[in-house]
């Protein structure tokens, strides 16, 4: 199971920080990631980062986004600084590089002023 909160609606250059909690099939082994999905377009990862703390990120967020995980409460995060409207889209966690079958809900994030 995984479940997504966080979101919400921020101005241009906020921030927000999303979590995920992790439970069933997928453990501390796994890497994980956060994908997006805005109105009318493919979903699209944006970082992961492996159980040993190993991270990655599209371009489009590298230098604001930052992905880390706590094993121990089986929780990813994503702390997403200096926002920018093109980043509004719903966000949900999932392993990586592929993703298991099955997706949470997601946490909506909208950058309006």
């Known amino acids: 199971q995984l479940v997504e909160s966080g979101g919400g609606l921020v101005q241009p250059g906020g921030s927000l920080r999303l979590s995920c909690v992790v439970s069933g099939s997928i453990g501390s082994i796994n890497a994980m990631g956060w994908y997006r999905q805005a109105p009318g377009k493919t979903r699209e990862r944006v970082a992961g980062?492996?159980?040993?703390?190993?991270?990655m990120y599209a371009d489009s967020v590298k230098g604001r986004f930052t992905i880390s995980r706590d094993n121990a409460k089986k929780t990813v995060y994503l702390q997403m600084n200096s926002l920018k409207v093109e980043d509004t889209a719903v966000y949900y966690c999932?392993?990586?590089?592929?993703?298991?079958?099955?997706w949470g809900r997601g946490t909506q994030v909208t950058v309006s002023s």
């Open positions: 999932n392993t990586v590089p592929v993703p298991a079958a099955f």
């Open positions: 980062i492996t159980s040993g703390g190993s991270t």
